[in-house]
């Protein structure tokens, strides 16, 4: 099968967050398995595609209502990710540094979904399925099956992959006429809630709608920003499949971010060398157990509690718990935690930011890592965690719950109910007794380490649900 993932993000070329990761990995994983998958997102401007080589696959003219532009489709010319990366370039609108967070995003994504479509619409043959994931490419489905101009491509299935419901990418009704020409009767399909929405509109037009685990389609049904009624609607065409993570790059034997490597046998005087360089780098005792958190700051991640959990974790362990922060987002959550560099010096710190060489080094220095999301559709970095022998402290709640199962089940996880002080600071409690049991803790570890949560099953679970379609 050929299968098409349109995406506004993929690792290396462009990465914000977990969306990223995924679409970085599955098309060389259903590659690997003997299918041809190809990517295709935006030309930012960022170091790899600065640094990459590309060549000129198609250039032609399009436009978003009024507003014509020229565009042309840049292939990667090497492979090197292990599947055709494809960029789409129009001059103004996808060549800046980030990817989000600009006051014309509208008018970015809607121009990169036309062009791609009008790229995909005069090749001399058809894919079998055009994969889009999350809302800036939500409305591809809509397009696909309705707009005049891309009738030649209409009877190609769409899947939709929502990563985040939280997000939607909602805009106006004066901004229809950017839309290709279609029978406007059909515009209620695009509408939610007074507006167009563009997650909304892909979830109805989308022949199926897959989650990224099990448990994140059953809570939608109930938290999903509005979108909970629609969704129990469709539910009969969704599945929940969980991500897996590229085995490849995540590998401690083999990470070359890594200054010290190891494996399932020598995890010990692995994990004690990078935890010796990461508490070198940021003055911390590496003979203490090492407290971490990877992510963006926001309130969905927990983040808004972080300072005073860490807080009332320092003061109630005094100088027997480390604590090293990397993430960014919210500024009055990254000023608090600051400030506890203060109160707290050669026990706690933080990295404001993000720096992928220092997310290696933590998940191989640490030796736990907190993610107390009150939303977590999968989560990756638990799984980063647990390949890299870093037990993972997590809320029960979407992938995390499918991942992490509790030490007091006989998991190698610790678990807790609600994101709360209480809950988060208790856990971190249990954490320093599992440490403090030298045994117990090199069992956990070792067992973490031999699960496999490569990308291979859920790659295969895709193409079945794509052969369904055919």
């Not at 990169?112 to 994931?133: R, S």
């Not at 963006?296 to 922060?325: C, M, W």
């Not at 109160?343 to 993610?371: P, R, T, W």
């Amino acid at each position: 099968m050929e299968i098409i993932h349109i995406s506004a993000e993929c690792y290396p070329a462009a990465k914000v967050g977990g969306l990223a990761d995924v679409v970085g990995a599955l098309p060389k994983y259903q590659n690997k398995i003997g299918h041809i998958a190809k990517v295709v997102v935006p030309a930012y401007d960022t170091k790899f595609i600065r640094e990459s080589e590309f060549e000129v696959a198609y250039d032609a003219w399009s436009n978003y209502g009024n507003n014509h532009f020229r565009y042309r489709i840049l292939k990667e010319k090497t492979n090197k990710l292990g599947f055709d990366l494809y960029l789409v370039h129009i001059q103004g609108l996808t060549d800046r540094p980030n990817v989000y967070g600009y006051g014309d995003d509208t008018e970015r994504f809607v121009a990169f979904q036309i062009a791609t479509l009008d790229w995909i619409a005069q090749w001399e043959h058809q894919p079998d399925v055009i994969h889009c994931h999350d809302h800036h490419t939500g409305l591809i489905p809509f397009m696909v099956a309705n707009c005049l101009k891309y009738q030649i491509i209409s009877k190609v299935p769409t899947v939709l992959t929502i990563h985040n419901a939280q997000y939607q990418g909602q805009f106006g009704w004066d901004k229809l006429y950017y839309l290709p020409a279609f029978d406007l009767w059909k515009g209620g399909l695009l509408g939610w809630e007074d507006s167009i929405n563009p997650l909304a509109a892909a979830i109805k037009c989308a022949w199926r709608v897959t989650t990224v685990s099990p448990s994140y389609l059953d809570e939608m049904m109930d938290n999903a920003r509005g979108l909970e009624s629609l969704l129990r609607q469709e539910r009969w065409k969704s599945v929940g499949i969980l991500n897996g993570i590229d085995s490849e790059v995540w590998n401690p034997e083999t990470d070359p971010m890594l200054g010290k490597s190891y494996n399932l046998k020598t995890v010990e005087t692995g994990k004690a060398a990078n935890k010796k360089a990461l508490c070198d780098v940021f003055q911390l005792d590496s003979s203490k157990p090492l407290f971490t958190f990877i992510g963006r700051l926001v309130d969905e991640k927990g983040a808004d509690l972080l300072p005073d959990i860490f807080y009332t974790a320092l003061q109630q362990h005094g100088d027997s718990i480390n604590v090293l922060v990397l993430g960014s987002g919210d500024s009055w959550v990254e000023g608090r935690l600051n400030q506890l560099k203060d109160i707290y010096g050669g026990k706690y710190n933080a990295y404001i930011g993000y720096n992928e060489q220092v997310s290696h080094e933590i998940y191989a220095g640490a030796d736990f890592l907190l993610m107390p999301s009150r939303v977590e559709p999968c989560g990756l970095n638990q799984l980063y965690a647990l390949r890299y022998g870093t037990v993972p402290i997590v809320r029960r709640v979407g992938g995390l719950k499918d991942t992490v199962i509790d030490i007091g089940d006989g998991g190698f996880g610790i678990c807790h109910d609600q994101t709360s002080i209480w809950d988060v600071t208790h856990a971190i409690n249990r954490a320093v007794e599992l440490y403090n049991d030298k045994k117990a803790f090199k069992t956990v570890r070792k067992t973490m380490m031999k699960i496999d949560h490569s990308w291979d099953k859920a790659a295969t679970n895709y193409i079945e649900l794509y052969q369904i379609l055919k």
